[in-house]
């Protein structure tokens, strides 16, 4: 069996003209992806046991990192860009790294949320909600 670790993760994001920015280097947390499963339930009189058919997908995933401001590249300016965007952007995540071969989870999402939450004693840090549009697809490097 191989084990991997999350420091080898990769996240990208597009920021809001649609480029693709790596914002890894910014990033310590990525939760939720691929995401659960959604079934609806069909069980009737009769029936010994709950009963289940597929259902439509309702994916929602965060990450979390440290703020960065750097002009174009950082979190913290890809982030504030989709704030108010009007059309989905490009996600890709490799919970094992980008390696030829290795696990990667593609789609389209909208941020939901975005905060800042600063104290006098620590560090700034970013974290930001989305929901995936329709359901992530899952591929490799």
Not at 5 to 15: E, N, P, Q, R, W
Request: with cysteine; proline share 4%; charged share 10%.
């Amino acid at each position: 069996m191989t084990y991997v670790h999350g420091k080898d993760a990769v996240f990208s994001l597009d920021d809001s003209g649609g480029t693709l920015r790596t914002i890894t280097i910014n990033l310590n947390a990525v939760s939720g992806l691929p995401g659960a499963r959604a079934l609806s339930e069909v069980t009737a009189f009769g029936d010994a046991g709950t009963k289940s058919i597929p259902s439509l997908a309702n994916v929602q995933f965060s990450i979390g990192g440290h703020f960065d401001a750097t002009a174009t590249t950082g979190v913290t300016t890809v982030l504030n860009g989709l704030r108010t965007a009007t059309a989905t952007s490009t996600f890709n995540y490799g919970p094992a790294g980008s390696a030829t071969g290795a696990l990667k989870v593609i789609g389209e999402c909208w941020m939901t949320a975005l905060t800042y939450d600063a104290t006098v004693s620590d560090r700034v840090p970013v974290a930001a909600s989305f929901q995936v549009d329709g359901i992530p697809t899952l591929g490799t490097y």
